[in-house]
């Protein structure tokens, strides 16, 4: 009776425990991924991402100074990049709780990271808006992140994963902690 009830309280979606259903099949993720990544934020200067519900799979794009540049200047700033470029990150990570600790310090989970793509070939343009006033602990900005025409290479053996676009907005310039 107590294993019933047990089951019965478990969440919608989520698989009982010891039910491996609804695990991710890492080496299964293929071309229009991107439909199941429903969730976007962002962070720091600057961290954008998209992710699905189950935090099993996600895409993150970083790089440096963006928003810093935006408030020098005290209006938007666009910048496009070619992909790869060393000045920024594009992966596609698949496992576990995998966005859990990208803008966040309190760590409740384990991040498990089974297979990651990065970005070999493509675009990436990124306008950074000031939102706010800049204090000693924040820089506020809305961030708009457009991927174009990328191909994402698999860390291991595998095909190259097409991402034709993909669009992130999110506020950033707040730092985690």
Partial sequence: MILLLLAACQPPGDPAPGDDTGALDVHAVEAGFEAAL?????????????????????????????????????????????????????????????????????????????RTWRAGAGSASLTVTPTGEATEWELPARGELTLSDVVLDPEDDGDPIPLPSLAVTAGVGWFPG
């Fill in 38 to 114: 429903v969730y976007e934020g962002g962070c720091a200067d600057v961290v954008l991402y998209r992710w699905s519900p189950d935090d099993t799979l996600a895409l993150l794009f970083r790089t440096t100074g963006v928003v810093a540049a935006a408030h020098a200047v005290g209006g938007p700033v666009t910048t496009t990049w070619t992909l790869p470029d060393p000045a920024v990150e594009v992966a596609l990570q698949a496992g576990e709780h995998v966005t859990h600790v990208v803008c966040n310090d309190a760590i409740e989970h384990e991040v498990v990271v089974a």
